[in-house]
C-alpha cells in the first residue's frame, strides 16, 4: 500500500518560493508516478507536475513551466515540488498524487490511484 505524506505548505508572499515535499511511507517497491495537484476554492483539481520515481523526464504544464519545478531523491522516497515566483492565482490546497506503473504525460485526476491529505499554500500580495 502506497502512503503518501506532505509537507512545506504555507503562507508565503507574491514572488517568494516554497518547496512542498511528498513521502511514499508505504509500499516502495515499484516504480510510481508521483506528483502535485491542486485545488482552488471553487474550481477544479488539476496536474501541477508529476515525475515517475524510477527515473526519466518530469511532466509539468506549459503554464507552469519554468516557475514550478519537480524533482525526486529515490533514497527518501521523496518528491519535490519547487515553487517559484509564486503569483496570488498559485494560492491553493495542494495535494500528492501517485498512480501505480509509469507516466508518460501529465497526470488526469481521475487516473491516480492515491492521494495525500493535502497541504494549504496561501499567497499574500
Known amino acids: 500500500q502506497v502512503q503518501l505524506v506532505e509537507s512545506g505548505g504555507g503562507s508565503v508572499q507574491a514572488g517568494g518560493s516554497l518547496r512542498l515535499s511528498c513521502t511514499n511511507s508505504?509500499?516502495?517497491?515499484?516504480?510510481?508516478?508521483m506528483g502535485w495537484f491542486r485545488q482552488a476554492p471553487g474550481k477544479e483539481r488539476v496536474a501541477v507536475a508529476n515525475i515517475n520515481t524510477g527515473g526519466g523526464s518530469p511532466y509539468v504544464p506549459d503554464s507552469l513551466e519554468g516557475r514550478f519545478i519537480i524533482s525526486r531523491d529515490s533514497d527518501k522516497n521523496t518528491v519535490y515540488l519547487q515553487m517559484n515566483s509564486l503569483k496570488p492565482e498559485d494560492a491553493a490546497m495542494y495535494y500528492c498524487?501517485?498512480?501505480?506503473?509509469?507516466?508518460?504525460?501529465?497526470?488526469?485526476?481521475?487516473?491516480?490511484?492515491?492521494w495525500g491529505k493535502g497541504t494549504l499554500v496561501t499567497i499574500s500580495s
Open positions: 498524487a501517485a498512480r501505480s506503473g509509469w507516466c508518460s504525460s501529465l497526470l488526469k485526476s481521475a487516473l491516480v490511484h492515491y
Open positions: 508505504g509500499n516502495t517497491y515499484s516504480n510510481l508516478c
